[in-house]
T-cell receptor, first 114, second 113 residues
Framework: ETGVTQTPRHLVMGMTNKKSLKCEQHLGHNAMYWYKQSAKKPLELMFVYNFKEQTENNSVPSRFSPECPNSSHLFLHLHTLQPEDSALYLC?????????????FGDGTRLSIL | KQEVTQIPAALSVPEGENLVLNCSFTDSAIYNLQWFRQDPGKGLTSLLLIQSSQREQTSGRLNASLDKSSGRSTLYIAASQPGDSATYLCAATAYNQGGKLIFGQGTELSVKP
């Protein structure tokens, strides 16, 4: 059973829609992450929040907008997406943004852009 | 720039076989090396984490080794079972980049009954 919960599990949206992905962790962690997993490509880190402050933005297009209102919740707001944005979006958390801390992953949101 | 490669991309073995999955990385200045398992439609489950000062880690039928000088890590699975069928991912954490994980593309393992 994962301590990181992502909703929705599946999302289909048109290119002009606005939607949000939600991630919630009940592990008492202070760092939260968004990753993108495309077919046949390695996982790509998108954003990192450490103690609610954004510490990493891995050159992600502005049509993806993260929000971290508290240490337990992380959102990814989506707007005017492109077909190539179709992917599995994974959320993870860890004790903090430190190199020796294991990350715990949610089951992801499968996003399809029409 | 750190790059992580996993070979083979896919592997099919009969039940009961011992097997080795390979992971290589280009920059030996890593903090640690992690192995994850991903089942279809699911997230990642951490299997083993090897710190840079360690040579190997063991958990049940799994043994992971790390050789920083050669830029290689292996995941050994003993007496494979159909329930081991999944995609196995390795990820390296580089120095001075916080907790940033650099992932390989994964090895898709199928264990046939």
């Amino acid at each position: 059973e994962t301590g990181v919960t992502q909703t929705p599990r599946h999302l289909v949206m048109g290119m002009t829609n606005k939607k949000s992905l939600k991630c919630e962790q009940h592990l008492g962690h202070n760092a939260m992450y968004w990753y993108k997993q495309s077919a046949k490509k390695p996982l790509e880190l998108m954003f990192v929040y450490n103690f609610k402050e954004q510490t990493e933005n891995n050159s992600v297009p502005s049509r993806f907008s993260p929000e971290c209102p508290n240490s337990s919740h992380l959102f990814l707001h989506l707007h005017t997406l492109q077909p190539e944005d179709s992917a599995l979006y994974l959320c993870a958390s860890s004790q903090d943004w430190a190199s020796n801390q294991p990350q715990h992953f949610g089951d992801g949101t499968r996003l399809s852009i029409l | 720039k750190q790059e992580v490669t996993q070979i083979p991309a896919a592997l099919s073995v009969p039940e009961g076989e011992n097997l080795v999955l390979n992971c290589s990385f280009t920059d030996s200045a890593i903090y640690n090396l992690q192995w994850f398992r991903q089942d279809p439609g699911k997230g990642l489950t951490s299997l083993l984490l090897i710190q840079s000062s360690q040579r190997e880690q063991t958990s049940g039928r799994l043994n992971a080794s790390l050789d920083k000088s050669s830029g290689r890590s292996t995941l050994y699975i003993a007496a494979s079972q159909p329930g081991d069928s999944a995609t196995y991912l390795c990820a390296a954490t580089a120095y001075n980049q916080g907790g940033k994980l650099i992932f390989g593309q994964g090895t898709e393992l199928s264990v046939k009954p």
